[in-house]
């Protein structure tokens, strides 16, 4: 991670480094590596609507014992692109400022294999000097088999002599920098055979793809009326929705729902300080075609039908004003309920709800 061998070296100068990252509920691997080599990982908060990385708020965090920032090319919450490119530039006059040499490290897992084919004009790469390593995983956008990953250092200098070991009992000098010892070489095979077999040209088509049946799937879901679109046209082939009006019924709702029709579908909270968002995702991969695109709209369409008809789950807005409180339902006032009687209520209409389904619907 650190082209400095001297500040590397955290567990001997014991001196806390950190990182700056934006990480979500979901980057356990950046909270992996935090725990395991003793770094203070330093997260840049969101906001509602703004679910990247700031780089100005990044480079304000960063100190004298900052190892790196990284930026991720490919949010898991809603696909978007961090401005690397503003950040090597915010960076490089702090690091003028402050004699500091704090570089950048870039998350491409999903971002490495679609950004040089779809925009190959946005700099978020090696083009940029503060860049010193990226990751990308090749079983996702890299289209192998799950459990291959690869990173790559700008330059020798990048990656430290004393972490790379030489082997010999092989037959011939093998230099060996991974965490872990033998491992299986298909994926390696697999990756090969893929950037020989499709070419840039081939990834290129595949990509391209994807971000039109994204457009076909975002329209149909902005056609519904229903829902925010959360993703942007530009990053990862996905879309992050969330309901325009969840009181009634919720996003977790739809993702149950959605099951009975064979899809799953996650719904998830955006991390701080924007955990008030809920929101569903469907990343679109390759074999993911339009017709499948048409008809999870479709599906999404019965499921809201559904919960329309269904009594809601949580009552609408509750106001509490002093001792007791008042619910609302569509503006107006309908009676006064004690937290208890409004649970037995909701347990009483979905109990009946459930076991009339049994009987009527053989739907699974
Ligand atoms: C998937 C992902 C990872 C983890 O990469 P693996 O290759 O699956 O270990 C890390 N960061 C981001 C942004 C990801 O999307």
């Known amino acids: 991670m650190n082209h400095d061998s001297n500040r590397s070296m955290n567990s001997l100068t014991k001196q806390p480094l950190d990182l700056i990252n934006n990480i979500g509920i979901l980057k356990v691997c950046w909270e992996k590596f935090a725990r395991y080599f003793e770094v203070e990982l330093k997260e840049v908060k969101l906001r509602e609507g703004y679910y990247v990385m700031d780089p100005v708020k990044a480079v304000e965090l960063v100190d004298e014992n900052t190892i790196c920032v990284a930026a991720i090319l490919g949010s898991t919450l809603n696909g978007e692109f961090e401005d690397v490119k503003q950040l090597n530039d915010l960076l490089i006059e702090k690091n003028k400022e402050t004699g500091w040499d704090t570089p950048i490290h870039v998350d491409a897992a999903s971002g490495g294999f679609i950004a040089p084919f779809l925009y190959p004009e946005l700099e978020w790469d090696f083009r940029l000097p503060l860049v010193k390593s990226i990751n990308v995983s090749g079983h996702k956008y890299g289209l192998v088999y799950a459990g291959i990953g690869w990173v790559i250092w700008r330059s020798k200098e990048d990656l430290p002599e004393e972490l790379i070991f030489h082997i010999n009992y092989l037959g011939a000098d093998q230099p060996t920098f991974t965490l872990n010892f033998s491992k299986g070489s298909s994926q390696v095979i697999a990756q090969y055979y893929q950037l020989i077999r499709l070419g840039y040209e081939g990834y290129r088509n595949v990509m391209e793809n994807c971000r039109e049946n994204m ?16 993703s942007k046209d530009d990053g990862v082939p996905l879309v992050a929705f969330s309901l325009k009006n969840n009181h009634s019924h919720n996003e977790f709702e739809v993702s149950d729902m959605l099951r009975r029709y064979g899809w799953i579908v996650p719904a998830y909270t955006m991390p701080a300080d924007a955990q008030h968002i809920t929101v569903l995702r469907v990343v679109i991969r390759e074999d993911f075609s339009r017709t499948l695109a048409e008809r999870l709209v479709n599906d999404i369409q019965k499921v809201l039908h559904e919960l329309d008809a269904l009594p809601s789950k949580f009552t609408a807005n509750i106001s509490v004003s002093g001792d007791h409180k008042e619910v ?28 009339e389904r049994k009987k009527t619907s053989g739907v699974c």
């Open 215 to 230: 457009i076909v799937l975002k329209e149909g879901l902005e056609n519904t009326g229903r829902f925010n679109i959360v």
């Open 328 to 355: 609302e339902k569509n503006g107006t006032l309908v009676a006064k309920k004690t937290d208890l009687e409004t649970q037995r209520e909701i347990t009483t209409i979905w109990r009946k709800f459930v076991l």
